[in-house]
């Protein structure tokens, strides 16, 4: 897939963010239970999605987190034989007590499970490929657990669908975390040329084996933040945009005039049986090659920064993102990954020139409605409603950061 046509919805998490607040911490505790007994499920596991922080029940179900920062969170309980549970809460400055009731899963309840077929090999491949991603950092990820996702093709949608019922384990030896993602939905498009996958991932960061491997990751993960969405999003909040580093642009796209006719007759010319058209003759090779090369889209990028107005808007408690048409958003102060370069060049199609300033962190982001809410660590309340294009849409697991990271 080209990075230029790739879509890649960067949700980080599920449909809750963390929302920190400068200032408050409270304590939150609580119990898991059978939803049936109402007995303590003891040894579960209790996170806070999209952080660093999670924890075990004890032998009553019980379990604590110290010193919370204030703002809203994805509570998450997790027990094997149950379904997982999601609570949507508010930490403010006093202390908070959670309770979790679990049900029985399908096997737990005796009923009667079709068991999946294995995964079929390629499209297992497929899938982790997406998943992972092709940049220097992903190469240093790795599946633990593959056997626990179930991957399907649809041959009539055109579409790669994943699921894992419990959690799928990931380890990312290149920023030091172990991330459990529970819940995992993954979507790859075909057709439409996108990917998308959320769940509710907790990390565990990785011990390192020396000093100098612990400077390593702290160093890799100032690099996956820097230029990076979040970083962004962040700098969005906070009104700080060109002072972080990055170049905002408007991008506007319209259908082009001359597609329509060169893919109909492209189209006519592939049809044609080998005894009107001869298609190894440099002549088809040729008509072939022009008609091809007329893009669906013509793109005009306005060359003129836009000021943080244009695209930032100030509510009554806090700031969200609105614009017109797209946003192309460069950060010029560190360099893309080579991988990407390499990527891109394998991606395109014949006697497709490469994009200019392939060499700089250049990516497109749309809004799927007209207004996103951003809170206070710069995360959208839906993340749904942001998609993104060529950098940001190539980096995937291996700048996969959890939300409570500062640099």
């Excluded at 939803?35 to 924890?55: D, I």
Aim: net charge positive; proline share 8%; charged share 20%.
């Amino acid at each position: 897939m080209s990075p230029l046509l790739y879509r890649a919805l960067l949700l980080l998490g599920m449909l809750s963010w963390l929302t920190p607040v400068a200032l408050g911490q409270a304590r939150l505790s609580g119990t898991v239970l059978d939803s049936l007994t109402q007995q303590p499920l003891p040894f579960s596991t209790v996170f806070l999605a999209n952080t660093t922080r999670g924890v075990t029940t004890d032998e009553a179900g019980r379990f604590v987190f110290e010193q919370v920062p204030a703002g809203s969170y994805e509570a998450v309980a997790s027990y094997l034989g149950y379904r997982l549970q999601r609570q949507n809460i508010t930490v403010r400055t006093e202390p908070q007590q959670l309770t979790f009731r679990l049900a029985p899963s399908a096997n737990a309840l005796r009923e009667v499970v079709v068991r999946p077929t294995p995964n079929k090999p390629e499209d297992y491949q497929v899938f982790a490929d997406a998943l992972l991603g092709s940049t220097s950092f992903s190469k240093l990820c790795r599946i633990r657990n593959p056997k626990a996702v179930q991957v399907r093709f649809d041959a009539g949608k055109n579409e790669l669908t994943a699921s894992c019922p419990d959690f799928l384990e990931i380890e990312n030896r290149a920023l030091g975390y172990r991330i459990r993602y529970y819940g995992l939905e993954f979507t790859l498009n075909f057709q439409e040329d996108w990917v998308s996958f959320y769940g509710s991932p907790v990390f565990e960061p990785l011990r390192a084996r020396s000093a100098r491997q612990q400077r390593t990751w702290e160093g890799n993960r100032r690099k996956a933040y820097t230029g990076s969405l979040l970083h962004f999003l962040r700098s969005a909040y906070t009104g700080q945009v060109a002072e972080a580093g990055f170049r905002v642009q408007r991008l506007r796209r319209l259908p082009h005039p001359a597609w329509p006719r060169a893919d109909s007759l492209l189209k006519l010319l592939r049809s044609m049986p080998a005894e009107v058209w001869n298609r190894n003759s440099a002549v088809f090779s040729d008509s072939a090659q022009r008609l091809s090369k007329f893009p669906r889209q013509v793109e005009y990028l306005f060359a003129e920064p836009l000021p943080a107005t244009a695209y930032r808007q100030k509510l009554p408690d806090g700031v969200a993102l609105r614009f017109a048409d797209l946003l192309q958003v460069t950060y010029a102060a560190e360099p893309a990954d080579p991988a990407y370069v390499a990527y891109t060049a394998r991606q395109r199609r014949p006697g497709q020139p490469l994009p200019a300033g392939l060499s700089v962190q250049s990516s497109v982001l749309h809004l799927q409605s007209p207004t996103v809410e951003l809170q206070p660590n710069g995360a959208p309340t839906d993340p749904l409603a942001l998609l993104t294009e060529d950098y940001w849409g190539f980096e995937k697991m291996g700048e996969f950061l959890p939300l409570d990271y500062q640099p």
